[in-house]
């Protein structure tokens, strides 16, 4: 099972900052990883798939990158809707289909 | 637009059983692998199930399977788990998703499952 650990835990930021958050795999996962967004009382929303493709819809303040084993999302700018609780997720060796533990993201 | 309602959740003892559906609309459910994730309360996503657009391929987390059965019904675009010997620790939200090359990309609003007594 590959496990993916997200770092920081929490990030505390203010709009207009810049956020970077850090998934990184215990085995090399290429680039088989996605990105999703949860706001309180709301399911996930998919916003990066295959490290840095944006899903429909995503604006483009929101950029994935890296490969193998460390991944980053970043948030240009942020908005006042950005704030949340951020996931990542591997489909590179599978079953099962893992999850970080994700980044919250608040003010 | 795509719509997934989850229902069929609710509060059940420990050792029972219970039967989510997932209504599928907006898209040609026919043709889309599908997902079962859960949230714990407070806590992170856990992938539960997959069911690929033919039934072909079924595949389970560790953790429920042999307990939990997932299955479809493309006349009535809808997805079903069932959950037979319930823990504890599997009160969760638990959410459809639609696949999307593996990742999960339209998600229902979820349904609540308590297991206690």
């Known amino acids: 099972e590959v496990l993916l650990t997200q770092s920081p835990g929490t990030l505390s930021l203010s709009p207009g900052e810049g956020a970077t958050l850090s998934c990184r795999a215990s085995?090399?996962?290429?680039?088989?990883l996605a990105w999703y967004q949860q706001k309180p009382g709301q399911a996930p929303r998919l916003l990066i798939y295959?490290?840095?493709n944006r899903a429909p819809g995503v604006p483009a303040r929101f950029s994935g990158g890296g490969s193998g084993t460390d991944f980053t999302l970043t948030i240009s700018s942020l908005e006042p809707e950005d704030f949340g609780v951020y996931y990542c997720?591997?489909?590179?060796?599978?079953?099962?289909?893992?999850f970080g533990g994700g980044t919250k993201v608040e003010i | 637009e795509v719509q997934l309602v989850e229902s069929g959740g609710g509060l059940v003892q420990p050792g029972g059983s219970l039967r989510l559906s997932c209504a599928a609309s907006?898209?040609?459910?026919?043709?889309?692998?599908m997902h079962w994730v859960r949230q714990a309360p407070g806590k992170g996503l856990q992938w539960v199930s997959f069911?690929?657009?033919?039934?072909?391929?079924?595949y389970y987390a560790d953790s429920v399977k042999g307990r939990f059965t997932v299955s479809r019904d493309t006349a009535n675009n809808s997805l079903y788990l069932q959950m037979n010997s319930l823990r504890a620790d599997d009160t969760a939200v638990y959410y459809c998703?639609?696949?999307?090359?593996?990742?999960?990309?339209?998600w229902g609003r979820g349904a609540l499952v308590t297991v206690s007594s």
């Open positions: 998703a639609t696949d999307r090359k593996y990742y999960f990309d339209h």
């Open positions: 907006g898209f040609p459910f026919s043709s889309h692998s």
């Open positions: 069911i690929s657009s033919d039934s072909a391929f079924i």
């Open positions: 085995h090399s996962v290429r680039n088989y």
């Open positions: 295959d490290a840095y």
């Open positions: 997720q591997q489909r590179s060796i599978w079953p099962p289909l893992t």
